[in-house]
Nanobody, 125 residues
Framework: QVRLVERGGQLVQTGDSLRLSCVVS????????MGWFRQAPGQAREFISA????????DYADSVKGRFTIARDNVKNTLYLQMNSLKPEDTAVYYC??????????????????WGQGTQVTVSS
């Protein structure tokens, strides 16, 4: 069974940087698009970023553009999210997701087939 495991979430301070990783097992990701979403308490799951199969096309939510960078290593079967200049409003559970059928739009959570369990990122002010 395909499994996604996020790592890297922790408590940081405003302005700090953090890198999340998402390791995929039981499937080779080089044919799949991938994305990051987040969900804060009491709020809907929010699109953060997506990346094409080869990594040459990326997309970001306006709230994180210029601060976050998505990347992938198809050899390591891993997705990354580099987060810089973190703000308290970035506090949420962060999820990675896998789209095996290359649906669109990648900003929609319904385009993804598999999800990780999430990793908590907390940014203190």
């Amino acid at each position: 069974q395909v499994r996604l495991v996020e790592r890297g979430g922790q408590l940081v301070q405003t302005g700090d940087s953090l890198r999340l990783s998402c390791v995929v097992s039981q499937r080779t990701i080089n044919g799949d698009a991938m994305g990051w979403f987040r969900q804060a308490p009491g709020q809907a799951r929010e699109f953060i970023s997506a990346i094409s199969r080869s990594g040459d096309i990326t997309d970001y939510a306006d709230s994180v553009k210029g601060r976050f960078t998505i990347a992938r290593d198809n050899v390591k079967n891993t997705l990354y999210l580099q987060m810089n200049s973190l703000k308290p409003e970035d506090t949420a559970v962060y999820y990675c997701a896998l789209d095996t059928i290359l649906r669109s739009p990648l900003r929609s959570a319904t385009s993804y087939d598999y999800w990780g369990q999430g990793t908590q990122v907390t940014v203190s002010s």
